[in-house]
């Protein structure tokens, strides 16, 4: 029996990106019926190289499902000056439920970057006016063309406003989608009065606030992943419907980590899960909300029925180098 290795061009290839949103959005109901394994995120801090490690373990068992895998992943914003490399860099295990064979290793930043766009067009579809034809971002790394490329699967996206204290990410990332998208910079403000905004910053004090929303404007929160991370302004969570992704999560590192460590957001300030949404036990949009918050984490079940098909495609298409590990 071979494990499969596949490296960031396989990955690429055998991920496509509709199929990871559906696999992403089965990822939220699994857990919210019960179905998956899904110990805590654990960290390792590095502050003497300005990062950290994050080992992110799971199971799946929902019908075709039946997966688990491990990533280990990083977060060290000094990477592209310092070394050249992605601020993420990530591998993920794949292994057979049955009898923990490793089925594959493959890279996982690819992974992580386009089960995170898809977790947020999952929280799109559910919770974002019907006919939203603008998207926001603030925020122009390698996150935010995920976030277009996958929020534009779920809504018929046609003006797209980027802010980003960077200009030359700013320029680049327009240019790569002139001709698709009525595409430009523009204040944060300006983003955030769009349809559908996506934060994908690493800020740890809020940059958008009330007045930087439009009325029926969703928020995707992706930047804060690590304690004191913090996008979005106190009064606008607490004014929203707000949703998480996973509660233990959400309060430890998510976007509401910081009030809720403050005592200024508690439970009864939170709607739901995703998944509870997704499954039914809770609404999503609907007609008289006003602004929605998405707070995504990233979940390690998430990464596991992306590396799901990601695995199933590879080794239908030929793609990857197949060795005996064990």
């Known amino acids: 029996m071979e494990t499969l290795l596949l490296n960031r061009e396989d990955v690429e290839t055998s991920a496509e990106l509709a199929a990871v949103i559906t696999a992403v959005e089965e990822a939220f109901a699994a857990y919210a019926r019960g179905d998956v394994q899904m110990p805590a995120k654990s960290y390792i801090d590095l502050p003497q190289y300005n990062g950290d490690f994050r080992s992110m373990p799971a199971y799946m068992d929902a019908g ?18 310092d070394h050249g490399l992605p601020t993420v860099l990530g591998t993920i295990v794949y292994s057979d439920p049955e009898s923990a064979y490793p089925l594959s290793i493959m890279d996982g930043t690819v992974i992580t970057e386009k089960r995170t ?10 919770l974002a006016i019907e006919d939203a034809t603008s998207l926001g971002l603030v925020g122009a790394g390698v996150q ?12 018929p996206i046609e003006e797209v406003v980027v802010s980003d204290v960077d200009d030359e990410r700013v320029e680049a990332l327009v ?21 559908v905004l996506s934060t994908v910053t690493p800020v740890e004090e809020p940059v958008v606030g009330p007045d930087d929303l439009g ?11 690590a304690a004191g991370k913090h996008e979005i302004d106190d009064e606008v969570l ?89």
């Not at 499902?65 to 000094?78: E, F, L, Q, R, Y």
């Not at 898809?118 to 579809?125: G, M, S």
């Not at 935010?144 to 809504?155: D, F, G, N, P, W």
């Not at 957001?265 to 709607?271: A, C, E, F, M, R």
């Open 64 to 81: 075709e499902w039946d997966a688990a895998a491990i990533k280990w992943v990083n977060v060290h914003p000094d990477n592209p000056d």
């Open 117 to 126: 766009g898809a977790a947020a067009a999952v929280a799109t579809d559910y």
């Open 144 to 155: 935010s063309y995920t976030q277009l490329e996958a929020i534009a699967q779920v809504r």
């Open 175 to 195: 240019e790569t989608f002139e001709g698709r998208f009525d595409i430009r910079g523009g204040s944060i403000s300006e983003a955030g009065h769009c349809d």
């Open 215 to 225: 009325e029926h404007t969703h928020v995707n929160a992706i930047g804060a992943d």
């Open 238 to 326: 607490l004014a929203s419907k707000l949703v998480i992704d996973d509660y233990e999560q959400c309060t430890h590192s998510g976007e509401i980590n910081v009030p809720w460590s403050a005592g200024v957001l508690g439970d009864d300030d939170i709607h739901a899960e995703l998944g509870n949404i997704v499954i039914g036990d809770h609404e999503g949009r609907n007609a008289g909300d006003g602004v929605t918050v998405f707070d995504s984490t990233g979940l390690a079940i998430q990464d596991v029925a992306a590396a799901h098909v990601t695995y199933e495609n590879a080794r239908e298409s030929g793609d990857g180098y197949g060795f005996e590990l064990v």
